[in-house]
């Protein structure tokens, strides 16, 4: 069972690694760097992979609080809270993405609970008989309920490698101050020597859930309840009550409290998937320099533009401000010229009432851009908006996350 539990754990860690790796060795990717704010609103989606990068994204945290054995017939005698005793945790990991990462932990503590005597006292003892009681036990017996039971008191220590995943992120791709981390791992036990008993060890699983609170830049503040799974053996021993059927696995569990330091902040590098449009009339070109030359250039002649927008943006990334720019210098060379805008959204992301919002935002940034950056007259600007009703182009419905952009002719020029 124990073996199982090890496999499936280490599945599960090797999994959201080998993901991200294939992703990222895409062909179809290029590497952009952007500022952290903005990939943390982003987030994971259709469009993007995100890594770690440097020291970014590492923490370290340690927390304190409480732990409580379930194993043999502890329940019988008193309840999880009474058996509660002191635990500490100490933990170092990575965020891959806003969504996954990795944590690497170590705890140490004591753990106490209560159990029938039955034949067998100390199952690690190298002496053929192990149904003799060791002196040190004597202590602490006591009676209840016309039963003889004995009270065990160790001290442990553990380590674990988890996989950690924000399930906040897994519904919104905006950063949220509060989220709610899930992990699991497999990892190892060892309970010291105490009351005549040997030392034991165990392989185990761990898995938990934190309520995590950012309180800056490099801050955050959690709880998190922490669960075990250890072999029976783990305790020093084996059984619980005679009348009962025999658990092969125990464990503890407690809740903590606890800081979190992250070194570099939360930044993370965005591989972009290139979206390879041929628009209208128009094929986008990187800026070149200008070389001086006596014989002026030829007009660049110009029909539409598109600038397109990342999934649920509406802000202008730089590169599509040249697209505008260019346009913009059509529009001063010819005074006669109008330029409508018409906004798009892709079906397949949010639903219809959302996305002609959206798409009026992406609009609305653009004509602010062409007013206020460019000096465009608005009274020469057309606006329109149409939302997820329209597809530009059929191709990739992500190519419809744009606003185009169209050169209305004068109609006093038309014959």
């Not at 981390?181 to 165990?202: K, V």
């Not at 059927?245 to 992250?262: M, V």
């Not at 007013?371 to 419905?397: F, H, K, M, W």
């Not at 185009?404 to 002719?409: A, D, N, P, S, T």
Request: net charge neutral; aromatic share 12%.
């Amino acid at each position: 069972m124990m073996r199982k539990a090890i496999f499936i754990g280490l599945f599960f860690v090797a999994l959201p690694m080998g993901l991200m790796a294939q992703e990222a060795l895409k062909a179809d990717t290029i590497r952009t760097e952007l500022q952290s704010e903005f990939l943390e609103t982003v987030g994971d989606s259709t469009d993007l992979v995100v890594a770690g990068d440097g020291t970014s994204n590492w923490f370290i945290s340690l927390s304190g609080g409480v732990n409580s054995l379930a194993a043999e017939a502890n329940r019988d005698y008193d309840n999880f809270v009474d058996r509660a005793r002191l635990s500490f945790r100490l933990a170092v990991g990575k965020w891959f993405t806003p969504v996954w990462g990795f944590r690497a932990q170590m705890g140490v503590g004591k753990l106490s609970g209560h159990s029938q005597l039955l034949n067998y006292y100390n199952i690690y003892d190298h002496l053929a008989d192990h149904t003799t009681m060791p002196v040190e036990m004597l202590p602490y017996l006591s009676e209840k309920d016309g039963r003889t039971w004995f009270h065990r008191k160790f001290t442990y220590m553990d380590w674990s490698v988890n996989v950690m995943t924000d399930a906040v992120r897994w519904f919104t791709k905006e950063k949220k101050a509060v989220r709610l981390i899930l992990s699991a791992g497999p990892g190892f036990a060892h309970a010291f020597a105490s009351q005549g008993l040997s030392a034991s060890n165990s392989f185990t699983f761990n898995g938990g859930i934190q309520l995590n609170v950012n309180l800056n830049e490099r801050w955050d503040v959690f709880t998190e309840f922490q669960g075990t799974i250890t072999d029976e053996s783990f305790d020093s021993q084996i059984g619980g009550q005679p009348s009962r059927r025999n658990r092969p696995l125990e464990g503890y569990g407690g809740l903590t409290l606890g800081l979190s330091y992250k070194f570099g902040g939360r930044k993370f590098t965005r591989y972009a998937k290139v979206q390879p449009v041929t628009y209208e009339s128009v094929r986008y070109m990187q800026p070149v320099t200008v070389v001086e030359t006596p014989k002026e250039a030829p007009e660049e002649v110009v029909t539409s533009f598109a600038v397109r927008f990342f999934i649920d943006q509406y802000n202008i990334e730089e590169d599509q401000k040249l697209n505008i720019d260019r346009m913009a210098r059509y529009l001063k060379k010819h005074p006669e010229a109008r330029l409508e805008l018409v906004g798009y959204a892709d079906r397949e992301t949010a639903y219809p009432s959302y996305n002609l919002k959206l798409s009026q935002r992406r609009v609305n940034t653009v004509r602010d851009y062409l007013v206020n950056e460019c000096g465009i007259d608005p009274s020469r600007l057309i606006i329109d908006a149409r939302g997820d009703t329209q597809r530009v182009y059929n191709e990739d419905y992500r190519w419809n996350r744009v606003v185009v952009m169209r050169l209305v002719e004068n109609e006093n020029n038309k014959e």
